[in-house]
Nanobody, 122 residues
Framework: QVRLVESGGGLVQAGDSLRLSCVTS????????MGWFRQAPGKEREFVAA????????YYTDSVKGRFTISRDNAKNAVYLQMNSLKPEDTAVYYC???????????????WGQGTQVTVSS
């Protein structure tokens, strides 16, 4: 069974940057769309960003466009989320997941990691 492990979260101030990483097991990483989601306290999990299997196409939710960048390194079985100009409303647990579809379809993502906490203070 595939395993996804997120890291890189932390406590930062508004305007700061963080880079999240997600490393996966398995030999078929490069075949999957990879995505980042987040869940704030008391809220449902929401889609943040996705990257196609090749890394050539990306998709973002409107609230992070221009601030977050998703990328991947298929040689390392890793996907990254560079988060700049962080805001308090970005505070959440961030999860990575994979999907077999592109364009990304939220309902198609699975194999969730355990998440990494991002807290942005004002």
């Amino acid at each position: 069974q595939v395993r996804l492990v997120e890291s890189g979260g932390g406590l930062v101030q508004a305007g700061d940057s963080l880079r999240l990483s997600c490393v996966t097991s398995g030999r078929t990483f490069s075949s999957y769309t990879m995505g980042w989601f987040r869940q704030a306290p008391g809220k449902e999990r929401e889609f943040v960003a996705a990257v196609s299997w090749s890394g050539g196409s990306t998709y973002y939710t409107d609230s992070v466009k221009g601030r977050f960048t998703i990328s991947r390194d298929n040689a390392k079985n890793a996907v990254y989320l560079q988060m700049n100009s962080l805001k308090p409303e970005d505070t959440a647990v961030y999860y990575c997941a994979r999907s077999s579809t592109w364009p990304p379809q939220v309902a198609s993502f699975g194999s969730w990691g355990q998440g990494t906490q991002v807290t942005v203070s004002s």
